[in-house]
């Protein structure tokens, strides 16, 4: 924590000596209106409304107005992407998308790749507070030539805030079920609080921002207490229309109660301490038509998983994880159309207790073009080669294409390719009996096909797409039967057909009132070979529907939304949550209250850990610009 402190001001000091008097562009007040967002490519950007694939975007006013505590909580509100919470709270949680494992999903901070070389349960310690999040990217199918190694499925990209001008933003809540605790539990009800400020310091050529925020709650069931603190710090400069310098700096620690997490019913005891750090300092430099953006960044974790909380002489695993990244960024504006090319290195290493010293470099280097014909076909082609040092070579090409058939209609399809290298848990993992690795596991390889069609009148909204997904070398954990370990294998081909359709609306009534709807629904059907006497994780967890409906009602400084979220995975029974949140606005303060869970359903989202029942939330935000 010491380190990071004195890295961020020594980012401040020296970057603010540089200074110059040069204006930042001007951002326009009306900035989230969806049609204005630029997705943050690490290659080439692209407006909203110009994109080519399916991408959808969450912005920062629609994330405030949700009935949410955490990052977590945000993205289970999206079609498509499956969240599976093994404890809430914004502690330990696996993502994926389009009913991928959450191995193949690739998570990014401003561009910057979140991977953790350990195992993806960690891949989410993200040290952002919702309150610092500009706008949320979640884009679907192979993304290898887009971002590289690991988006399989499809990556989430969170972009943070910078302005020009400066604000505060500070939010404090208490929550609680208003259960008794368990026995043994001590003794009360289960509920704690949570609160975070972001800060920003704009002027005409800089963005500051500064945030933090801190969670701890009792638990909401025996041994499930959390304690949650992110720190942040992201800064912008422009010292000129051609150059400009942005830096990076973050901190996540969460400590958890893990009852039931990985080897139920036998860590009731279980406790998981998790930290993550990560740093970035990047540059953008203009010649004319030719941009160079290059980039240094690492991400450093600590994992201390302790299967007895009160004996720490047993049953204890440490894991120490380092990535460094190198990127070389250009793009070059031609009369045929943008060319994009570069390269990005990611040197990984290992040392743990019971996965041992490992480290291994992972190099890449990419080409596309971003073109038109005419005023009515948009597309971008492009490959990624990737080299490995224990896996060798690969390439992944892609080509994403957009009819514009005329001002209210769409059609789009995209064909792309992806690689997910295996972890060093899948390859060597030693936590007998429970979970053994496999060394000689081979990279999945993914062809992904995509095709759908939007349409946009005013306030409405409405897509529907199909999408089909061929995995080969599937990798699953595996086991013959409950007395063996499980172990990863390449399980051969893993097939997956689904379709999706969103739709939303608003509907302004006069009189400062307001109301809108949405819907989304995500079908999957997967298909894999398998043995009859295999018992497999994959299958258990894989999801097969999803509907998300909601609807908002705003009149003068009072609004609500009421969300409702309906689950079923292959082999388990359905759920349906509601959650709702009121508003009321009083000059620079937002009074609210949520309550989530509303009908009390009882569902698990991973392995054997009950989720929350029915909760309630009593906040206050303060806004001052």
């Not at 630029?38 to 110009?50: A, C, E, V």
């Not at 107005?65 to 709270?89: C, H, K, M, T």
């Not at 029915?614 to 935000?621: C, E, H, Y």
């Amino acid at each position: 924590m010491k380190r990071l402190l004195n890295i961020i001001s020594l980012i401040t000091l020296t970057t603010g000596i540089a200074q110059q008097k040069d204006s930042l562009p001007k951002l326009d007040a009306n900035r989230h209106n969806l049609e204005q967002v630029i997705i943050k490519g690490n290659r080439l950007d692209t407006p909203f409304n110009q994109s080519s694939r399916d991408i959808q975007v969450i912005t920062q006013e629609q994330i405030a107005a949700l009935p949410v505590r955490s990052l977590n909580e945000v993205l289970s509100y999206i079609n498509g992407v499956d969240i599976r919470q093994r404890g809430p709270f914004g502690t330990q949680t696996d993502i994926s998308i389009d009913g991928g494992t959450s191995e193949q999903t690739l998570v990014l901070v401003n561009g910057i790749k979140m991977l953790d070389a350990q195992t993806a349960h960690n891949m989410m310690n993200i040290p952002v507070p919702l309150s610092a999040i500009d706008h949320i990217e979640v884009l679907r199918g192979a993304a290898a030539r887009i971002y590289g190694i690991n988006a399989l499925t499809g990556a989430v990209n969170i972009v943070t805030k910078k302005d020009r001008k400066s604000s505060v933003v500070a939010d404090v809540q208490a929550a609680s079920s208003f259960k008794s605790k368990e026995e043994g539990d001590g003794s009360g009800i289960y509920g704690g609080g949570a609160g975070e400020v972001t800060g920003i310091f704009g002027t005409s050529s800089q963005s500051q921002l500064l945030s933090f925020s801190h969670s701890n709650y009792n638990g909401q069931r025996y041994n499930s207490a959390a304690k949650n603190t992110r720190l942040f710090y992201n800064g912008n400069y422009r010292f000129n229309d051609n150059n400009s310098i942005t830096a990076l700096a973050g901190y996540a620690k969460s400590r958890f109660g893990a009852n039931g997490f990985y080897a139920a019913p036998n860590d009731v005891n279980s406790e998981e301490i998790v930290e993550s750090s990560v740093f970035s300092i990047s540059s953008k430099h203009t010649w004319g038509d030719f941009t160079l953006a290059p980039r240094i960044s690492d991400r450093y974790g600590e994992d201390d998983y302790r299967f007895y909380k009160d004996d720490l002489s047993k049953g204890r695993s440490l894991h120490y994880t380092n990535a460094l990244m190198l990127e070389l960024n250009s793009s070059l504006k031609t009369g045929i159309g943008t060319f994009g090319f570069g390269w990005e290195s990611r040197l990984e290493k290992i040392n743990s207790s019971n996965i041992g010293e490992h480290n291994r470099n992972n190099h890449g280097a990419y080409a596309e073009l971003k073109s038109g014909l005419g005023e009515k076909i948009r597309g971008t082609l492009g490959v990624y080669a990737n080299y490995n040092t224990a896996f060798g070579w690969q390439l992944y090409p892609g080509l994403d294409v957009a009819y514009l058939v005329n001002k209210q209609w769409k059609i789009a399809m995209n064909i792309g390719s992806g690689q997910r290298i295996p972890s060093f848990t899948d390859l060597y993992l030693d936590q007998r009996p429970g979970n053994v690795g496999n060394e000689s596991l081979e990279p999945e390889n993914a062809w992904s096909y995509e095709a759908n069609m939007e349409y946009k009148k005013r306030s409405f909204r409405f897509k529907a797409g199909y999408f089909y997904r061929n995995i080969t070398h599937f990798i699953d954990w595996v086991r013959a039967d409950p007395a063996t370990p499980y172990s990863p294998v390449n399980f051969g081909k893993n097939k997956v057909h689904g379709i999706y359709a969103r739709v939303q609306q608003d509907f302004n009534l006069g009189q400062q009132q307001a109301i809108g709807y949405s819907a989304s629904y995500n079908y999957m059907s997967p298909s894999f070979e398998a043995s009859d006497d295999i018992q497999s994780k994959y299958t258990l967890e894989s999801l097969k529907h999803q509907f998300i409906a909601g609807i908002h009602y705003r009149k003068k400084n009072f609004s609500f939304q009421l969300k409702n979220r309906l689950l079923r995975r292959e082999f388990a029974d359905a759920y349906n949550i509601t959650d709702l949140r009121l508003n009321y606005q009083l000059q620079k303060f937002t009074i609210y209250t949520e309550a989530t869970n509303l009908f009390d359903a009882e569902y698990k989202e991973a392995g054997a850990v009950p989720m929350p029942s029915r909760w309630f939330v009593l906040g206050a935000k303060f806004r001052w610009n």
